[in-house]
């Protein structure tokens, strides 16, 4: 039966040549783009999912209402990382990250400029961002130490291992390098080429050294990893109104955790 219909099929494309191949043609394309829709929808869907705590982890953010209008930003205040790390048992983790820049690398004659970000030593310990050389639990303990990609390490050092060596920073201080990550996944939604304590960034800024009990002053980014148990909406209100009380001003915005599963697909704010 099979044989007849592939015969008649055949007959009907050799009659009607130019029918056919119009057909065969838009069959083709169809099947292309549904297919790149469906990489593509794998892809975004893929973000941040390698991280192991991912459910637990959420980025504080901050509503605003300025001449009117509504608005939510990730930037906070430097001080309610301690608040958060000493006062709230809830929390099981916590760092400040910058917004990353370029820095430069320097050792001996050779220098790099490569982006990274000042963060405290739990961010090795609630993202998943593996260690091939050194301990992720205290790589980033010391102020004046540093982590390195793989890449990066191996643009600066080639195959030697580079634990241990020192490096110019921005033509400042010397940092001891105390860790190797692996290359950061490109459905990562942070991104980095090196990691510098954000202690290094508290003693050598002075803005930043002056901004310790500011609770009026947003320029920095703060990261919760939560107990087993703790929901996210949960924590939320019990932050809400730390800026109000702290800084005595019941104009200030309310505070809330932006969960991770929905940073990349669920991170635009309007109203």
């Given at each position: 039966?099979?044989?007849n ?10 009659k009607?040549?130019?029918?056919a ?21 794998l ?8 991280h192991a ?18 608005g ?10 301690t ?7 809830d ?6 990250l910058d917004?990353?820049d ?25 993202f998943?961002?593996p ?10 303990a ?24 020192t ?12 860790g190797v ?5 490109r ?46 909406e949960?924590?939320s ?6 800026p ?9 915005a309310?505070?809330?955790l932006h ?10 704010f309007?109203?």
């Amino acid at each position: 039966m099979f044989k007849n219909y592939f015969k008649t099929a055949w007959r009907s494309m050799v009659k009607s040549k130019g029918y056919a191949a119009l057909n065969i043609l838009g069959l083709a394309i169809g099947m292309a783009v549904a297919i790149l829709i469906g990489l593509w929808a794998l892809n975004e869907f893929s973000f941040d999912a390698f991280h192991a705590n991912r459910k637990n982890i959420g980025l504080v953010m901050k509503k605003t209402f300025f001449n009117g209008q509504k608005g939510t930003q990730s930037g906070v205040m430097l001080p309610l990382y301690t608040e958060l790390k000493m006062k709230y048992p809830d929390v099981k983790f916590a760092t400040r990250l910058d917004w990353g820049d370029s820095h430069t690398l320097m050792i001996d004659k050779k220098t790099l400029a490569k982006n990274g970000h000042f963060a405290d030593p739990d961010f090795l310990k609630m993202f998943s961002f593996p260690l091939t050389k050194g301990n992720a639990k205290t790589a980033l303990a010391d102020p004046y130490s540093l982590v390195l990609t793989q890449s990066t390490a191996r643009a600066l050092f080639g195959e030697a291992d580079p634990v241990g060596k020192t490096i110019r920073f921005d033509n400042m201080n010397n940092l001891t390098v105390t860790g190797v990550a692996k290359d950061v996944p490109r459905n990562s939604t942070i991104r980095f080429d090196f990691l510098v304590p954000y202690e290094y960034n508290v003693l050598t800024n002075d803005f930043v050294k002056g901004a310790q009990v500011e609770w009026r002053n947003n320029f920095l980014q703060t990261y919760v990893q939560l107990q087993d148990g703790v929901s996210m909406e949960a924590f939320s209100a019990k932050i809400a109104n730390l800026p109000a009380i702290k800084s005595n001003d019941t104009t200030q915005a309310a505070l809330f955790l932006h969960a991770m599963p929905k940073w990349h697909l669920y991170g635009e704010f309007k109203d």
